[in-house]
């Protein structure tokens, strides 16, 4: 069935430093990535998204990667800074609006 | 716009009692989720609605649990009876194809604790 992988579960990194977390999903026809940010004890958060016709794309301190063929997708967060500690899921859509979400990583910027 | 509206925020009841989850979606969206959430599981999808038609319940754990979406402003998530493992954050989102893109806005969430 559909699946979305996400590694890692948890990663801790040094204020200032990038982070990068990577998922890979199993359905070809997906077309759509989003990337979502929850902080603890709040609404998950759209941060960016791809879609299947586009490799890469930046907004500021982030930016994600799609490689079709492996059917790999990164989250890159440059210059972290302590706000940029939460939760971060991806997710897989095919255009039927339904999404296969990754099961988390934890992310924590050390000050 | 208020955003996703989810009443109430936080419910406790006792195993066995029946607890609905309620949820306005942004006006406008066609598109409606429910989602579960918790540690060991992570976000789930529970069903999802179209026009006020549910597309796919798949995800609906067993049928204890049951959605309705009588308009186009309003849907509930019904536990009935509820156990202690049905504790979790229930999350529901919206979207539409033709404002906003598959985005899928969340949400503040119903903390459901069953004892």
């Known amino acids: 069935g559909e699946n979305v992988e996400q590694h890692p579960s948890t990663l801790s990194v040094q204020e200032g430093d990038s982070a990068v977390i990577k998922c890979t999903y199993s359905?070809?026809?997906?077309?759509?990535f989003p990337w979502y940010k929850q902080e603890l004890g709040k609404r998950p958060q759209l941060i960016i998204d791809?879609?299947?016709?586009?490799g890469e794309k930046k907004d500021q301190r982030i930016a994600v990667t799609l490689n079709k063929t492996a059917k790999h997708f990164s989250l890159h967060i440059t210059e972290t800074q302590p706000e940029d500690s939460a939760v971060y899921f991806c997710a897989a859509s095919k255009g039927t609006y339904k999404y296969i979400f990754g099961t988390g990583t934890r992310l924590k910027v050390l000050a | 716009d208020a955003g996703v509206i989810q009443s109430p925020r936080h419910e406790v009841t006792e195993m066995g009692q029946e607890v609905t989850l309620r949820c306005k979606p942004i006006?406008?969206?066609?598109?409606l989720f429910w989602y579960r959430q918790t540690m060991m599981r992570g976000l789930e999808l529970l069903i999802y609605?179209?026009?006020?038609?549910?597309?796919?319940d798949s995800g609906m754990p067993e049928d204890r649990f049951s959605a309705k979406m009588p308009n186009a402003s309003f849907s509930t998530l019904k536990i009935q009876p509820s156990e202690p493992r049905d504790s979790a954050v229930y999350f529901c989102a919206s979207s539409s194809g033709t404002i906003s893109y598959n985005e899928q806005f969340f949400g503040p969430g119903t903390r459901l604790t069953v004892l």
């Open positions: 006006s406008g969206h066609d598109y």
């Open positions: 791809i879609r299947s016709n586009v």
């Open positions: 609605f179209n026009n006020n038609v549910p597309i796919d």
């Open positions: 359905d070809s026809a997906s077309n759509y």
